[in-house]
């Protein structure tokens, strides 16, 4: 057997350490998971580490970094060892927990109403009127069964004694709920031994508990069913992936602030089929930031009038508008005495020693242990990271103190805790385990019967063995946490059995304007960048073939290319750069190239992140695939040969993208349309392209109507049915007037008639039919007049004028067509509201 | 000793805006009923609007003021919004402002100190501290020091410091917008009435003195032989301190006085974003600045205006 993993295992003095007892023994609760990763081998534990990797970039778990240059999204960090703990001790935590979330609830109902505590001396007025989190517009208010607090999260963190402590409480929009659960779902099939054989607790009946404590709470009249909606403030947000996956596994709709509208005091999401009342709303936006009315009248993100909404006790906001205010550590000190007033029980874990300088007597015990404490902002509004006091020297010391003595109501001071710490798995070892620091957020949610607690929670490791801090933002690592549990393990579940393959689902009469805006864009998209890369394969090939010579068939494709806006316009001063290597290359990788793949594929990117929780698992992974791709391919300098394979393998995701959509969708209105935009992007495209191939005589030159076939996907069609070499008359009826081909343009501008009739018939919207009688011109057109020789010739009235004229008038229509979708069903993202004042 | 005799106004404060193009949308906040306060009785008071609101409703805001909220569903390419009202005001002048605590005893009766404060005094907590309009600043209080020498009366400092901004800033409608910082404000030594109590609030509260922000009227047409106090042509702003055991006391940065009977008062807040007279987000519209016209006159003196319908 290989030697154990302790034998390297740091002990480290003066921390708890979470796997180890002092005596260096293993601990109970830790044994057998132990002894199971003592006997992985290291390829099997290397294949495991494969699996969370994959996961992780497959179902594209992110977390946006401000901090970073460009803000990108990075990989979710997650180690694939549990933090593991037994009943006993998590009934406490989780009792503890509860209590803390019910006081949070009760301070706020206080604070926003009576005020006792402030009137009773047991909080001070500057940390609650001096806080920018205290909304005074929501004085007064009575939210919906009293309830402020729907869901809470605490950070814990364990002292050398072995006893939890509480180092910072969220009451805004408490974030990691989500990522906690796909955690879960990683490292459980890491480990699905282990995780049958210790009885883990499951998650999922947390998640049963809010969405059972949101509807308790909903204000619905009548038989109305209670509609809530996730709001989140946008793909910008560091937890966007978060927003996303909780609104699909709890089944709401994701909105964003312009989705939703006031009429009076009602609250409504906009939506394809009109306004559809909202009874709840789960937040992740700030407070400040959701009525421009009457809060931030700068926010462009809020919804006008939703207080009045609120004031009317008409809608559930989740959490109540106006709790982000006890997110402020300076509370710390005078919860237990709250607690007695309020609940009638004492404070069941205590809060990190914290001294809010606001009071002299701990501004003087500030200043005098100033290398023992952590100093940090009072509000949880103010921008400021924790400074370590014995960090602090010479000036910056000094400056640190100026500033705390002129304002001393902004700063608290905390005891630095030892964190305990906890395995972590080596990725730069072949079989090691590291010591990190770790902390573990802890959640609860309101329901009829109290708080429930998470069974477990976002464990969260530091990035080096005397790191301080544990942030993601800065670059931490995250676990998952198994609480064991005595009794049976419930086996409730929200996924249903087909959650990898449905897709566009639900209710689909909810569908927001804005959610159906870009399912088009995201069909549009989709087509156009499968259609820039045929066209920049077939010029490229074409260039490959003739050996970098340029024979008619390279020059008319490249000319093509340019007309369709693939390639940019050739420049004048450098006619000898056009349709070079370079040049093609360019419109291959540069994103920033107007028309380029590369472009058209960050476009798809963006429309498909807008509308992610309504893409499955499969649909999302080709498109992650698809950009790691494109990703991949900008790190170096890619040859002509890599070009053509990396065109190959585009088209390959393309049609997987193709097949998610046609097979495995909901044919809901949403799912009509991505479909439209689809038709509609490839009816423009292979209009454009055989009204430009025909005014160009491209029929006449060698070689060119092999590769028109190859553009529009038809050669082997045509292959099978001639055999022999193209000629103009076969081809034309293939690619123009041919209603089987499903490249075709009648094909195609059939089905878009059909689905766009459909439409208009299901909203009860008069018919457009544009497109159809531009259909009609076509169809009507006499093919026959190619046969009466000299069909080729191009002048005034001849059949190839005749036929690109009606071609190009089929393109005007589809054109026509989106820009009337735009007007009549989508939001206008330019239509902001604006703040207005008058004295 | 009989009571002092009210002075009685009409007052007629109109707003209008003219969009440009249509508005879609819009919810509109307003501030412009009258509040009752001890020397303040209302006779008469009714707000007008057009196009009729699709929605309205009437409330008391956190500060204890009428506050009102309409809203309009339909397009429209005007707004036009007409406040009328009788008002009685009480002469309210304290007789000495020698006569009020030194002002560093004002500033440690509102600090806390973990034990049950006075009610009057934790009200006047409420309006201690920084608000989205008042920063405080150690710059400011450097400003008013010279106006708080030790043990002064705090009334006299307050005076003292409003004749300071009064001498030392330029009243000028150009130099600053609703946002412009207090700190700009300071450096600029220019503003209108909102500016100078903003920084004038801002000053009392960095030294941990208590300041609300007043919205109100002045009298248009002064009586004879009286200069025409500034800021008369829109609604107007000033500023009230809290003294212990006399309650609050107003003063006039911009006009250099205490507000007695010629000063209506609408509103008071934090600052001017909890009370601006009319607040509203829009959907739609170009860009326009509303008109606004504000009259009063004394019902003593004449007729009211004729009010075009």
Redesign the interface.
Known sequence: MARTLLAIYPRTAGRYDELLRPDGDVRPHWRQFFGHLDDVSPDEMHARLAVVDRRIQENGVTYNVYAEPGGSDRPWALDPLPLIIPPDEWAEIAAAVAQRASLFNAMLGDLYGEQRL????LL???LV??Q?GYL??C??MRPPGDVWLHHYAVDLARSPDGQWWAIADRTQAPSGAGYALENRLIVSHVFPEMFRDLRVEHLAGFFGDQQAGLAALAPVEGDEQPHIVLLTPGPYNETYFEHAYLARYLGYPLVEGQDL?????TLYLKTLRGLKRVHVVLRRQDDDFCD???LR?DSALGI??LL?VA?AGRVAIANALGSGLLGSGALMGFLPAISERLLGEPLAMPSVATWWC??KPALEYVREHFDELVIKPAYPTQRMDPVFGNELTGEARAEMLRRME??PHAYVAQEMVNLSQAPTWSRAHERRLLARPVGLRAYAVWTPDGYSVMPGGLARVATGANTRIISMQRGGASKDAWVLTDGPVSDFTLLKPSVGVRDLVRAGANLSSRVVENLFWLGRYSERFDDSARMLRVALSRLVEAGGSKTPAVDTALMLAEKLGVLPEPDEDEPVKAGSEHVLLEAIYDPNQPGSLAGNIRSLMWSAMHVRERLSLDHWHSLNRLQREQMAAQKKHPSMTEAMAFLDRVLGVSSSLTGFAMDNMTRDDGWRFLIIGRRLERLSFLSQTLASFLRMGAAERAGCLEWLLELADSIITYRSRYSRTPELLPVLDLLVFDDSNPHGVLFQGMALARYLDRLCRDLALPREDRLALALDELRSFDLTRFEQGGGLRRRQGSPIDGLAARLEQLDEAAGHLSDWLAMRFFTHVG?V??????? | MSAPEPVLYHVLHE?R?VYGSPVS?S?Q?LHLSPRILAWQQIDSQQIDILPAP??R?D?I???GNPVT?V?F?APHEALFIRSVMTVAVTPHVPADLADSPAWESVRDCLA??????D?AA?DA??F???S?YVR?K?ELAAYAADCFPPARPVLLGVQALMAKIFREFKFDPAATT?STPVLEVLEKKRGVC?DFAHLMIACLRSLGLAARYVSGYLLTRPPPGKPRLIGAD??HAWVSVYVPGQGWVDFDPTNNLLPDTEHITIAFG?DF??I??????????GGHE?E?AVTVTPLAEAAPPEIDS
């Open positions: 402030l009137a009773e001396g001070p007025p500057a009127y001096g920018h005074w517009p004085h007064g509208t006031v009429r009076g005091d421009p009315l009457e009248g006008p009038g009045n004031r606001g009071e002129a304002r239509d509201s604006r703040q207005t004042m008058a004295l | 707003t805006y949308l919810q906040q699709s929605w409703r409330g805001d956190a500060f909220w809203a569903h806390y100190d973990a034990s049950a404060p009610e934790l907590c409420r201690l501290f920084e989205p405080i150690h609703v909102q829109a609604s934090r974003g909890d601006s007279p009319l607040r509203g987000i829009i959907l739609g519209g509303p606004v």
